[in-house]
């Protein structure tokens, strides 16, 4: 036991001290949590390997053009940005089996038994599936904002296509989808290739001279 | 107030306050790991372009990271004006695409993930949104050849309120 002469050291401050370090912290902390939009590119050609030319239906392939002045023409018409989503959905689902959108091909694609009311006690899918692919290009003096607004377009398309056929058969969002969960992956796996994102992007060329 | 020192004449005890420095000690240690000072310097700017269908990225360890930009004040002295592309800390400087540049670089990279991660290496793309695309067409052939096919075009969160519309 201390006797009465000996005080204590007086350990109030310490609690100031550490606040005005935990202040500086808190304020010089930045969670920069990365965000973006992840694709992924074509691998790189084989040198031995002969150009063939594929054959591609025309009517498969939704061309998008970025010109250097950054207009965007979508399948042959000037088009605003805004318009592209719309477009891309019509693209790839053809409602009307229009004879100048993409075929659509009728396919099962396997579930999780038992996974929706809305499929078969063994979760098979039969539907209509596209083989619309849309061909981006741009040019190499497209600035690179308009080029990622394009992209995102496109993007947000199938994952509208994505997520409504998730809500409807799984009633649940796609993006909520639990990819840990086997089940949740394989409906996800399902649904890509339900809704394939088929983007591809030509190799760049130089309409307008160098930068 | 009478009411109180009543009380508090009566010799209440103090509320014991000697725990409060270890709680904020706790918090300050979980605030000192949690922060990132950015070891890289970022020597041109940027200004990420809005996109709405962003998605975190995961797995920090995988990320690296390219930078493309207008060169920052300080750097522009000596490099001019010309968008110039930023490979962890350092400037590319040459001319013409820097193909061996980019591989070299992808490579020293993906030899410091362990082996089970190395093809799942992403390469988080910066870039400012007034660069011509032809500097990004450059990389993106780069990272084909150097086989770092999963990029990511980074990007902040846009918000539409128009909703969702069909």
Redesign the interface.
């Known amino acids: 036991m201390a006797s009465r002469e000996t005080p204590e050291v007086n350990?109030?401050s310490?609690?100031d001290i550490?606040?005005l370090?935990?202040i500086f912290?808190?304020v010089?902390?930045?969670?920069?949590?990365?965000?973006?939009?992840?694709?992924?590119?074509?691998?790189?050609p084989d040198p031995e390997q002969e150009d063939v030319e594929v054959k591609v239906n025309k009517r498969n392939v939704l061309v998008v053009l970025l010109n250097r002045s950054d207009l965007l023409m979508v399948g042959g018409e000037v088009m605003d940005r805004l318009a592209l989503k719309?477009k891309t959905?019509e693209f790839f689902t053809n409602p009307q089996n229009d004879q100048n959108l993409p075929e659509m091909e009728e396919k099962e694609v396997q579930f999780p038994p038992g996974s929706s009311s809305l499929l078969s006690s063994e979760g098979v899918w039969t539907g209509r599936i596209s083989r619309g692919v849309i061909s981006l290009q741009?040019?190499?003096?497209?600035?690179?904002?308009r080029?990622?607004?394009v992209?995102?377009e496109l993007?947000?398309a199938v994952?509208?296509l994505r997520n409504d056929f998730c809500n409807l058969y799984f009633d649940k969002d796609y993006d909520d989808l639990n990819t840990n969960n086997p089940i949740e992956e394989e409906i996800q796996l399902g649904i890509r290739k339900i809704y394939k994102m088929n983007i591809s992007e030509s190799?760049?060329k130089?309409i307008g001279g160098?930068? | 107030m009478s009411k109180f020192r009543k009380k508090s004449g009566k010799g209440l005890q103090k509320i014991n306050t000697s725990s409060l420095p270890d709680i904020v000690f706790m918090l300050l240690f979980f605030f000192m790991v949690a922060t990132t000072m950015r070891e890289t310097e970022v020597q041109v700017r940027v200004k990420v372009p809005e996109a709405t269908e962003v998605k975190k990225l995961e797995k920090k360890s995988l990320v690296t990271y390219i930078y493309i930009g207008r060169p920052v004040a300080h750097v522009a002295k000596m490099y001019g004006t010309e968008p110039l592309i930023q490979l962890n800390d350092k400037l590319v400087s040459e001319e013409g695409i820097p193909y061996e540049a980019i591989q070299d670089f992808v490579l020293f990279e993906r030899e410091k993930l362990p082996e089970s991660d190395k093809n799942r290496m992403v390469i988080s793309l910066r870039v400012d949104q007034d660069i011509s695309m032809g500097k990004v067409d450059d990389v993106k052939q780069s990272l084909r050849r150097a086989r770092a096919l999963i990029i990511n075009y980074s990007a902040k969160k846009e918000y539409r309120d128009q909703g969702r519309q069909r």
């Open positions: 350990g109030g310490l609690a550490a606040f370090l935990l912290f808190l010089t902390t930045t969670m920069d949590t990365d965000t973006g939009i992840t694709r992924l590119l074509p691998p790189e719309d959905i741009n040019d190499r003096s497209t600035t690179y904002g080029y990622l607004q992209q995102n993007v947000a994952n509208l190799d760049p130089s160098r930068n």
